[in-house]
């Protein structure tokens, strides 16, 4: 794959991430007004469970689709997971890859539903990892966009 494709591939992947966002932040904000210290309601479960839904579905586009379509048209080669987060993080392109690492974590936790017992605390890591998350795609936006704007 040549760098024109690569950089169309980075291109159309932002563009899916930027698509998603929208919906996410809403759902952040909605479920951040919630008291998780009382017992939930059922309505207030199903804004959770959308949340952790976007949660994953944008944790995903942003590493496993955008950081790495990113690092291939660096010609960085890391092949795992850890290794692109670290090396992410290396290249100031994220402000942490061991966030980005637990972000994985419970990404994984709650695609496999392995939830009933620790449910309340998956909410509260969801929303506080959210934000993690969101600024790291904000970093990475400002690193991608300088380096595009130095490809031109």
Do not use: W
Not at 2 to 31: D, H
Not at 43 to 60: G, I, M, N
Not at 80 to 101: H, W
């Amino acid at each position: 794959m040549n760098q024109a494709n690569i950089k169309a591939l980075l291109e159309s992947n932002r563009e899916v991430l930027g698509q998603a966002l929208p919906s996410f932040i809403r759902s952040i904000e909605k479920c951040r007004a919630f008291n998780l210290e009382t017992p939930i309601s059922f309505e207030v479960e199903e804004s959770f469970d959308a949340l952790t839904s976007k949660f994953s579905r944008v944790s995903d586009i942003f590493t496993q689709k955008v950081l790495k379509s990113f690092l291939i048209l660096l010609r960085e080669d890391a092949p795992t997971f850890l290794d692109r987060m670290n090396l992410c993080e290396k290249l100031g392109v994220i402000p942490s890859g061991n966030d980005l690492i637990t972000i994985r974590d419970l990404r994984n936790l709650i695609a496999h539903e392995y939830l009933t017992e620790n449910l309340l605390e998956v909410y509260k890591e969801s929303i506080k990892l959210s934000l993690k998350l969101l600024l790291a795609i904000e970093s990475a936006n400002a690193a991608i966009d300088a380096k595009l704007e130095g490809m031109s």
